[in-house]
């Protein structure tokens, strides 16, 4: 009875439980004999125990997560600022809060880049406006490993350009980090 089960669920490939299922036929076999009711529940019990192992065999223990550090989070950003720009070197995008559509060129990832929590990243990059060097974004880019790469999966306007009679063009914070967390401003 137990065999023909395990050829039914196609694990008998499993050595552990072919070994574990000729002792159970013979003891299904012998106990079923005396009593049909202590027969089906010795099956019953067998069954699943042969079952059970062999799921709890089939089971893999997860590798550790891999650890990134600055120059990974940096040689991500920069495949993802190449991709975003690659039909005319600015990358056509759109405010998070305001809905603008910005056309912006790439300056730099520049510190801080790291780790937040398990798994997410952050990097911080600047980009200039099209047609005004002065007038600079600062954009913040969240990612996380996908099949053992970085990429990225939030992006938001960290500071915007504005301007002063006295400083000219300067970044305008929207918000803060605390302990990692953002706090708006306004």
Known sequence: ???????KSRITNNPIISQYSK?????????GSRSTASGWCCWLVSACLILLSGTLAAETIDPPPTQFYVDDIKAAMAK?????????GYWHTVDDETLDA???????????????????????????????DEKIYDMDFWLAPVDGVLKVFQTKVH???????????????????VNDEIEYLY
């Open 1 to 7: 009875m137990v065999a023909p089960l395990l050829q």
């Open 23 to 31: 002792k159970m036929t013979s003891t299904a076999h012998r106990v």
């Open 80 to 88: 993802h600022v190449q991709s975003l720009t690659v039909q005319d």
């Open 102 to 132: 910005l056309v912006l060129r790439f300056i730099q990832v520049h510190d801080p880049v790291r780790q937040i929590n398990q798994g997410v990243y952050f990097a911080c990059t600047d980009f200039h406006e099209q047609g005004n």
């Open 159 to 177: 500071k915007e350009p504005r301007h002063t009679l006295l400083y000219g063009w300067y970044k305008h914070p929207r918000y803060t980090f």
